[in-house]
């Protein structure tokens, strides 16, 4: 049981370059999460999934585009990096039970923009 | 627009000492708090929960206060130890809006020998 798990736990990138991380999560979660965290500035959302099929825009979706392939996955895509992309990326997967809404958090992508 | 504002920003503490933390909420519709623990290098993970029916919850060293009429909550760690240095965030949840996170900006302990 691994939990979630996050490829490619480092990039560099080059101002107009794309890429795509991935997230994956063996826990049978129905939502998934991205976050980035820049110092000062907590854990801010990007995009949810609460369920396979669906999508919708967080906090900072600009620049930003993610793909809820199945249950288990959830990219996130940057088509046009910028330095303000600079930070560190999360991926969280949660599923309510009961009282709980505990959100479960891979380890990162540490991605820097240059 | 920062809906859950935390305070400190950093925080050292002496071994056995009590480290306290402070969070503070504007939308009243939030019905769900959790704080998250982060090791450098690590993603965040739940540490304890508040539901703002009851005034208080321990586990083990951590305690959470909620106020709900000042729309305050905190985290209060007992006999701190060197092994509690992290970041740690409070977050909070509208739970009849989706489980969509809003966390505070972090506080990042260190507790000194």
């Known amino acids: 049981n691994a939990g979630v798990t996050q490829t490619p736990k480092f990039q560099v990138l080059k101002t107009g370059q794309s890429m795509t991380l991935q997230c994956a999560q063996d826990m049978n979660h129905n939502s998934m999460y991205w976050y980035r965290q820049d110092p000062g500035m907590g854990l801010r959302l990007i995009y949810y999934s609460a369920s396979e099929g669906t999508t919708d825009k967080g906090e900072v979706p600009n620049g930003y585009n993610v793909s809820r392939l199945n249950k288990r996955e959830f990219s996130l895509r940057l088509e046009s990096a910028a330095p303000s992309q600079t930070s560190v990326y999360f991926c969280a997967s949660s599923e309510r039970e009961g009282f709980s809404y505990e959100q479960y958090f891979g380890p990162g992508t540490r991605l820097t923009v240059t | ?113």
């Open chain 2, 1 to 113: 627009q920062q809906q859950v504002k935390q305070s400190p920003q950093s925080l050292i503490v002496q071994k056995g000492g009590i480290s306290i933390i402070n969070c503070a909420y504007e939308n009243t519709a939030f019905d769900y708090f959790p704080w998250y623990q982060q090791f450098p290098g690590k993603g965040p993970a739940l540490l304890i929960a508040i539901r703002p029916d009851v005034s208080e919850k321990k586990e083990g060293r951590f305690t959470i206060s909620f106020n709900k009429s000042a729309k305050q909550f905190s985290l209060h760690i007992m006999d701190s130890q060197p092994g509690d240095s992290a970041t740690y965030f409070c977050a909070a949840i509208d739970t009849g809006g989706g489980n969509k996170l809003t966390f505070g900006t972090g506080t990042q302990l260190k507790v000194e020998l």
